[in-house]
């Protein structure tokens, strides 16, 4: 104990694993580089939940906080191959992020610097850089596909690249998600 009484615990890691050891079952430890952009994030817990309809991105986060968690997205290409085994062509998978206000209608788009790919979107759980994210477009991603579906929300394309997409459920659709990434700290 210092002189104020506090006490102080260094812990020392030897490997990612080791690191994070408090993840609730089904989740998966995550070791991350702490930086500004995930407000100094280094142990996150991910998991991949699924339905068998349909999901809409407000189902996807009940699914999500039925395990205390909320939508997420990957920092890293180390991190998404963790969960090679759903990321498969066909697989959709609803991750965290929104279009931000300023990005919505087709005349703010034509603002290339505000309405980047990098730009258009945020992440909403605060323990996530969203570099990775914002910089592995789909093909003709972020479209905002305006005419015929308001693509406000995020998701992963053949579970690999990042799309923009509607933030309701689309059954029977090519791009229908029936999976979610969600995310929590440890315990």
């Known amino acids: 104990m210092n002189r104020k009484g506090f006490a102080f615990l260094l812990i020392i890691c030897h490997s990612s694993e080791a690191c994070v050891t408090s993840c609730d079952p089904g989740f998966v430890p995550i070791q991350r580089t702490p930086n500004a952009a995930n407000k100094c994030t280094s142990k996150f817990c991910l998991k991949i939940v699924g339905s068998s309809d349909a999901l809409s991105n407000s189902d996807a986060e009940d699914l999500c906080s ?62 996530t850089d969203p570099t990775f994210t914002f910089n592995n477009w789909y093909i003709y991603n972020p ?40 995310g929590k700290f440890p315990n």
């Open 66 to 127: 039925r395990d205390g968690a909320k939508l997420a997205m990957f920092e890293s290409l180390d991190e998404q191959n963790l969960f090679s085994e759903y990321l498969q062509p066909k697989v959709h998978i609803l991750i965290d992020g929104v279009r931000r206000a300023e990005c919505i209608f087709p005349e703010d788009l034509k603002d290339t610097e505000k309405c980047s790919p990098q730009r258009a979107f945020m992440a909403l759980h605060e323990g």
């Open 143 to 182: 479209n905002h596909n305006y005419v015929t579906i308001d693509e406000r929300c995020l998701m992963l394309v053949d579970g690999r690249e990042t799309g923009d997409v509607s933030c309701n459920a689309l059954p029977n659709n090519q791009y229908g998600a029936y999976k979610a990434l969600c």
